[in-house]
């Protein structure tokens, strides 16, 4: 039982390159969530997934696209990368909104 | 006023201190909390949730105060392993269950 896993941990992109960040849970949890967190900051919700084929945008969308593939994984993509998204970025999942999230390892994004 | 808000610290204590880290809300229909642990470039992990006036779990409590809208945590007998920050997260169940989360208060444990 893995948890929430996340690739990769770190990521070192060029201004205006593309990726995706990839998370699956195995836990049969119904809600995902992709966050950022930057020094000084509380995490913030960039977009959420209830369940399969539904998505929703959270505090801090600008930049990101989100596709929940099926109920374990929930992927994140950043079409054009810009130095303002260099940041930690987890994903978490939940049984439902609400409930306690549990954490991936977190990928460490650097854009320059 | 900020959703929650953490003293950031750091919260420097001798090992068998107890110490006692507060978060503001400013969401007064928030219901439910939750307090993480988060370990140097490690991601959250659960420590307490707190629903009703409070919760204990070991040397650890977790407190609400409704009406003054603040959760607390308590440790006692620190260890050196408590060593980390800790995230106070409140669910605004009135904006459809979206959590918050304070930047967290930072705890080193000295022998």
């Known amino acids: 039982n893995a948890g929430v896993t996340q690739t990769p941990k770190f990521q070192v992109l060029k201004t205006g390159q593309s990726m995706t960040l990839q998370c699956a849970q195995d836990?049969?949890?119904?809600?995902m969530y992709w966050y950022r967190q930057d020094p000084g900051m509380g995490l913030r919700l960039i977009y959420y997934?209830?369940?399969?084929?539904?998505?929703d945008k959270g505090e801090v969308p600008n930049g990101y696209n989100v596709s929940r593939l099926n109920k374990r994984e929930f992927s994140l993509r950043l079409e054009s990368a810009a130095p303002s998204q260099t940041s930690v970025y987890f994903c978490?999942?939940?049984?439902?909104?609400?409930?306690?999230?549990?954490f991936g390892p977190g990928t460490r994004l650097t854009v320059l | 006023r900020k959703e929650v808000e953490q003293d950031p610290g750091p919260f420097n204590v001798p090992e068998g201190a107890t110490v006692a880290f507060n978060c503001t809300y400013s969401n007064s229909a928030s219901q439910s909390f939750f307090w993480y642990r988060q370990d140097c470039r490690k991601e959250p992990k659960l420590l307490m949730s707190v629903y009703s006036s409070g919760n204990e779990d070991g040397r650890f409590t977790a407190q609400l105060n409704r009406a003054s809208q603040y959760i607390s945590l308590l440790i006692r007998d620190s260890k050196l392993s408590d060593s980390a920050t800790y995230l106070c997260v409140v669910n605004m169940e009135d904006n459809n269950n979206d959590m918050r989360f304070g930047a967290g208060t930072r705890l080193t444990v000295k022998p």
């Open positions: 978490a999942s939940s049984e439902w909104r609400g409930n306690e999230q549990f």
């Open positions: 836990m049969n949890h119904n809600s």
């Open positions: 997934s209830a369940s399969e084929g539904t998505t």
